[in-house]
């Protein structure tokens, strides 16, 4: 009825629904917290992806400031004081990964002592940069508590500020945005640069952090993004972050590389130029290469020439062109192709000349030697980048190439039932059933012809055995401490001097003591030690033997094996 006062009886049911209601709100799905690892880890290629260009962008920086450390060093010193403040937010958002990691670990009195945080944090192979355990390994995906209220605090409506918070990360963020968009200096001839209209835009769009709308109510951005949100989702949304930083620092240094060649000027002095397509020649294929005057006029083309016979090394004279018909000219470019079937293995080059009408109306001649090329016969390199073999159950990594022809113009294929797929600069086995496996590769010549090159075998092998581990002891080790066995928590498995990263799981094992003059069994359905075990390892003393036995492990290959029995003496 209406307004009727609720018994206590009553009472207490609501209160039970709305706190079972709330429990069933925050119960995050198992499949939605491996996605997010999913996106993690996707979010960490692209931000590998990024680095390397961006990496790329100082590279020619650098390049060109040895050149004319004048006219680019108000443009290398602009892009050196960029890529400082983004590594320094960059690292500073890697540092907060690791601390809210450690604080979803149950560790937040070593974060806020600035303690060691090493098992959270170690340097990316490819990057060479600091970056965080993947959200793969935490026990706790679904942790948003202590999460919560150490980047925000427990009123969303009014976060917390301080060191590592998500107040301190937005102003970070802000500040990195509105130091890109005031870049602005004057070169050594007078020019101004300054952040391009377009670019700016890019930038207000990417480092914007509004008030976002929950449940038809705005709420402030450090709210929607790290208030009860579980570590699995905060993580890549640092991730994202830390992208964004990236691109910036990268599209800002791109404008500057473009604002040096922007100012350039033409050049005042002629040279002839060779520019060979490439200086490794497959026997049967041509060699080519554009012929030019270095800051020629497109409409006013030379008249270019080249000796048909091999240069030998002694004659240095002018090449006499009276008779000889000059190469054919696209685009104020010389075409030179020069075939080489029939040509004997080694190194070859040709001499040429140029005739070019200067400004003044008088004709220079500008005679050349063409860079020496190698003509080999084909060749088919495969590298694998683990080993000479190739594993079931593990993805098997391996570079192909051949000398003289780009990677886009290989045609890949394996045989004995296996499988491989490119991947980035490498391509990727996954070996079948089959104990071997040939390599077989067709190459698309520069002419567009197609050439096969000869095979290469590999063996195939399944996965080693891994050795069984226990508090910490190996199959070689015969005793154990009491105070060891008692607090081991599980028994695992590791693969021993084999540079592949297998999981291996261990999914049961048995468990039998020695007391009394008796054996004593007990067994466990998973990798943990049971209650019972642990009653048991308590109630022996020193002098009774422990056997770790029948322990099944499950493989990448999708094999179950038995793994030795560890015999350990207590002691």
């Not at 605090?153 to 998500?166: C, H, I, M, Q």
């Not at 520019?275 to 026997?283: D, K, Q, T, W």
């Not at 075998?457 to 060891?484: M, N």
């Amino acid at each position: 009825m209406a307004g009727a006062k609720e018994t206590p009886r009553q009472k207490m049911i609501g209160m039970m629904y709305l706190v079972l209601t709330a429990l069933l709100a925050l119960n995050i799905s198992k499949e939605i917290l491996n996605g997010f690892v999913k996106v993690e880890n996707g979010l960490r290629k692209t931000d590998q992806t990024v680095q390397g260009k961006s990496r790329e962008t100082m590279l020619e920086f650098e390049a060109k400031y040895l050149q004319d450390q004048q006219k680019v060093k108000p443009y290398y010193d602009a892009a050196k004081d960029i890529e400082k403040k983004a590594d320094d937010l960059y690292d500073h958002i890697t540092q907060l990964k690791a601390n809210i990691m450690a604080v979803a670990s149950g560790d937040r009195e070593v974060v806020d002592a600035g303690g060691d945080l090493s098992k959270y944090i170690a340097q990316d192979k490819i990057t060479r940069r600091d970056t965080v355990l993947s959200i793969q390994y935490l026990e706790k995906k679904d942790e948003y508590q202590e999460i919560t209220a150490y980047l925000v605090g427990s009123e969303p409506g009014s976060p917390k500020d301080g060191p590592f918070t998500a107040s301190e990360l937005k102003s970070k963020l802000e500040g990195f945005r509105d130091e890109l968009k005031n870049v602005r200096f004057t070169d050594f001839v007078g020019n101004e640069f300054a952040v391009s209209p377009g670019l700016k835009a890019s930038f207000d769009k990417t480092f914007v952090y509004k008030r976002e709308m929950e449940d038809g109510k705005e709420v402030l951005w450090e709210a929607a993004n790290f208030f009860d949100v579980p570590i699995a989702a905060v993580i890549p949304i640092l991730s994202k972050l830390q992208i964004d930083v990236e691109n910036a620092k990268s599209n800002l240094m791109s404008e500057l590389i473009a604002g040096i060649e922007g100012k350039s000027y033409k050049f005042t002095n002629l040279m002839p130029l060779v520019v060979p397509e490439s200086n490794y020649i497959l026997r049967g294929d041509s060699f080519r290469a554009s012929v030019l005057l270095a800051a020629f006029d497109a409409t006013n083309s030379p008249d270019i020439y080249v000796d048909d016979r091999a240069f030998d090394g002694r004659d240095s004279t002018n090449l006499e062109y009276d008779g000889m018909d000059p190469l054919r000219i696209d685009g104020g470019l010389g075409q030179l192709r020069i075939s080489t079937k029939g040509m004997p293995l080694g190194e070859r080059n040709y001499k040429g000349l140029i005739r070019f009408q200067g400004p003044d109306g008088n004709v220079g001649d500008y005679p050349f030697y063409t860079p020496e090329f190698t003509v080999a016969e084909p060749a088919l390199v495969v590298s694998p980048t683990k080993m000479n073999v190739f594993y079931r159950g593990v993805p098997n990594p391996v570079e192909i190439s051949v000398p003289g022809v780009s990677s886009d113009k290989l045609d890949v294929r394996i045989t004995g039932g296996h499988r491989i797929k490119p991947d980035g600069e490498t391509f990727i086995v996954d070996p079948g059933a089959g104990e071997s496996a040939e390599i077989v590769v067709t190459a698309t010549l520069p002419d567009g012809s197609k050439k096969s090159l000869p095979g290469r075998e590999f063996r195939v092998k399944r996965i080693p055995d891994p050795s069984p581990r226990f508090a910490g002891k190996k199959p070689s080790d015969k005793t154990i401490t009491k105070v060891l066995l008692e607090n081991a928590p599980s028994v695992g498995a590791l693969m021993e001097n084999f540079d592949f990263d297998v999981e291996v799981k261990v999914k049961r094992f048995n468990v039998t003591v020695t007391k009394g003059g008796t054996f004593v069994e007990q067994s466990s359905n998973s990798n943990m030690v049971t209650s019972n075990m642990k009653e048991l390892f308590r109630s022996i003393g020193r002098g009774s033997v422990v056997y770790i036995e029948d322990i099944v492990v499950s493989m990448p290959d999708g094999t179950e094996r038995a793994l030795p029995t560890m015999k350990l003496k207590v002691i």
